[in-house]
């Protein structure tokens, strides 16, 4: 059974929106709780420097009110990070973050105009400032490399129009989530097949011991009751074939599972020269770890290689096939080609084999090209992106904005206070995102030596 991969394993910089909001959640509710009980004997300069003339105790209020709607944000962060679904939740915390954008804005123009002289500046732009950051993590929480497939081919003068397809890349949490479900799903289902197996097949086999027995005791003495144990035998016999035939097909695992993508594929290469006698060569280049790739992606190429190569078989009558697998740049590529019978491209691009390649892959967030004509052969690609950024590249990115972040903090030290807000928030960002690098250096370097 294939083994469940994290976000982090897949993209080592992933910012955790569940931790976010859990964080955001205590945080918020903590200040809350004591700014509206306690804010007069921590801070009593506010309750002396700012005042509501006219309205007795307008000041304790109005920051009391503050702090109440403080602490319900933090009860709305505690339900937000209860989503299971990685996607919905990283679209929740956007919108959460929208919702403090809008109110920052609204919140620093009636300060601007009119509580300038009751509620602190920090007070004032802390929202707006809440609302960047929040907006900065959803829209940062994932970044995949982008996927730019079969460049080689592009550059190369070899190769006429090509059709190139690709999935979105915002489907890849949603396909880790999916994924994960899935595996579930097989391994409830796998338990299920073996009480089958123990209910179904196991008692065949006790009924044809038993009636064998019976059949070799009688073999002597009773020759009629011996034939009949015998067809007995033949029946449960049968039974327990046709029982087993349904209950492997079912329980079948991928070959991914025994034998890897490599593997898989050359077994696929050669089986396809013995049926059709042409020459097959399969290729391999650098590949990444499985951990680098979305769950599922294995089993996609391979079923959408698989699925070329009986094309192959059935259509080409080709006398050469190569089969190349390898990475490129940020890309997982594998490309089947052959120098068969081809077809045109446009009559055929609604088939159900096109169809099938192109969803598997696409669904992975990957490309898929075609590039065939009539006499000229087929040359079939598919791509998906992974990350195969080291350890030693997530050091410099470290480094690197440990000095913006250096930067940000000097600057405090100059400039007016209007210009202080902005360096916050850029602070703020700086220090997130030396966080998220740090933690990314961590976990490829622990990756790379429990690999080593």
Partial sequence: MSHEISAHDLHPDAIDT?????MYAWIAITAGVVSYGWIDLIAPSLFTSYDLPGVPF??????????????????????????????????????FAAAHLVFGSLFYLQWMAILVVAVPGVVAWTPLTIGIVLVFIAATAVRTPRLRPFKSLFDSREYGPLLVERGRSMNILRSQYEEHVRQAARAEERARLARDLH??????L???QTAAATAQTRLDDD????????????????????EMKALIEQLQASPLENTGLVAALQQQCEALELRTGAHVSFETGVLPPSTALI???QQALFRAAQEALSNVARHARAAHVTVRLGLSGNNL???????????????????????????????????????????????VGFAVPCDVRTARDYAWRVLTWVAVLAVMIASFAVGSPWERPWKAIFAVIAAITVARYAAAWHRVRARGQSTA
């Fill in 199 to 204: 209910d179904a097949v196991k008692q065949q």
């Fill in 295 to 297: 769950p599922g992606t």
């Fill in 18 to 22: 569940r931790l976010v909001l859990r």
């Fill in 333 to 379: 590529e594998l490309t089947v080609s052959d120098d068969g019978a081809g077809f045109d491209p446009m009559q055929r691009r609604t088939s159900m084999g096109l169809q099938n390649m192109k969803a598997r892959v696409c669904e992975m967030s990957g490309g898929f090209l075609l590039k065939t004509a009539p006499g000229k052969g087929t040359l």
């Fill in 58 to 95: 307008g000041r304790s209020a109005l920051i009391r009110t503050i702090s109440g709607a403080v602490a319900a944000l933090g009860f709305v962060a505690v339900g937000l990070s209860r989503i299971e679904n990685p996607v919905s939740r990283r679209r929740a915390l956007l919108w």
């Fill in 223 to 242: 020759t009629s009751g011996a034939r009949t144990a015998i067809e007995q035998v033949r029946a449960s016999a049968r039974d327990a074939m046709n």
């Fill in 206 to 208: 006790f009924a044809i």
